[in-house]
């Protein structure tokens, strides 16, 4: 009878500590196993944004993904931005293999990205070796001077990097702005779905372009990330 209500107790206990954890995120020591995995609750999500800009305007484009990314509570964000000479310090590849979601971006040089990226994208093979990005969510973004300029290349040369790494890919997620009525101000004017897309014309500085709608558009595909990272 007595070995019935130890029984009977020890299982109201740990009911009553599930409970509590469930419902607050709480990290209580469990008492014993329960037979089945215990649910992660994670309090911080992090973004970890990886770049090159030869100009400073894909910088911009960086920033305003990081901006949207920040504003969804609880995420923090890292901008890691490769040298002229296409490196990362030791911190900036720790950095990496501890966040939720990688996002990479490049300008488009010749229909793809730049060879600085190129270069930190061989070097990551060495996580890749150890699958330490593998189920991290992924996205990209890029920069021309022409409405075109073939950016989608560059968007697919991240997409195979992500899926080498087997993480998951996350587009853009926004309708085109694409009637007579619409024009550069609007959100995704440019229409990429894959990934993000900015325009630079060639003459412009850092501080005129990307502007308006790219850089609005920027910023909903930084929320998007964080949420999408957070679930």
Same mark, same amino acid.
């Given at each position: 009878m007595l070995e019935i209500l130890y029984s009977r107790s020890n299982r109201l206990r740990l009911w009553i500590e599930n409970t509590i954890r469930f419902h607050s995120g709480a990290n209580l020591p469990r008492s014993e196993p329960l037979g089945f995995k215990q649910k992660v609750y994670r309090t911080m999500t992090k973004v970890a944004i990886v770049y090159y800009s030869g100009y400073g305007h894909t910088e911009v484009q960086a920033k305003a993904v990081a901006e949207g990314a920040k504003g969804v509570e609880g995420t923090e964000v890292e901008l890691l931005k490769l040298s002229e000479d296409g490196e990362l310090n030791e911190a900036a590849w720790a950095a990496l293999d501890a966040a939720?979601?990688?996002?990479?971006?490049?300008? /488009?040089? +010749?229909?793809?990205?730049?060879? &600085?990226?190129?270069?930190?994208?061989?070097?990551? %093979?060495? !996580?890749?070796? /150890? &699958?330490? #990005?593998?189920?991290?969510? @992924? @996205?990209?973004? $890029?920069? %021309?001077? $022409?409405?075109?300029?073939?950016?989608? %290349?560059?968007?697919?040369?991240?997409?195979? =990097? %992500?899926?080498?790494?087997?993480?998951? #890919?996350?587009?853009?997620?926004? +309708?085109?702005?694409?009637?007579?009525?619409? @024009?550069? *101000?609007? =959100?995704? #004017?440019?229409?990429?779905?894959?990934?993000?897309?900015?325009?630079? !014309?060639?003459?412009?500085?850092? *501080? *005129?372009?990307? /502007? @308006?709608?790219? =850089?609005? /558009?920027?910023?909903?595909?930084?929320?998007?990330?964080a949420e999408v990272a957070r679930r």
């Open positions: 939720d979601a990688i996002v990479y971006g490049s300008p /488009t040089y +010749m229909g793809g990205p730049a060879w &600085q990226f190129k270069k930190f994208a061989d070097a990551s %093979s060495k !996580p890749w070796f /150890t &699958q330490n #990005w593998k189920d991290k969510i @992924g @996205g990209g973004f $890029t920069t %021309s001077a $022409t409405v075109n300029g073939d950016k989608f %290349s560059t968007i697919q040369q991240f997409i195979t =990097l %992500s899926q080498q790494h087997g993480q998951l #890919w996350c587009g853009v997620g926004l +309708m085109p702005a694409n009637t007579k009525a619409d @024009g550069p *101000e609007k =959100l995704n #004017w440019t229409g990429g779905y894959s990934g993000l897309l900015a325009i630079a !014309p060639s003459d412009s500085s850092p *501080e *005129e372009y990307p /502007t @308006g709608g790219d =850089l609005d /558009t920027a910023r909903a595909y930084g929320q998007r990330l």
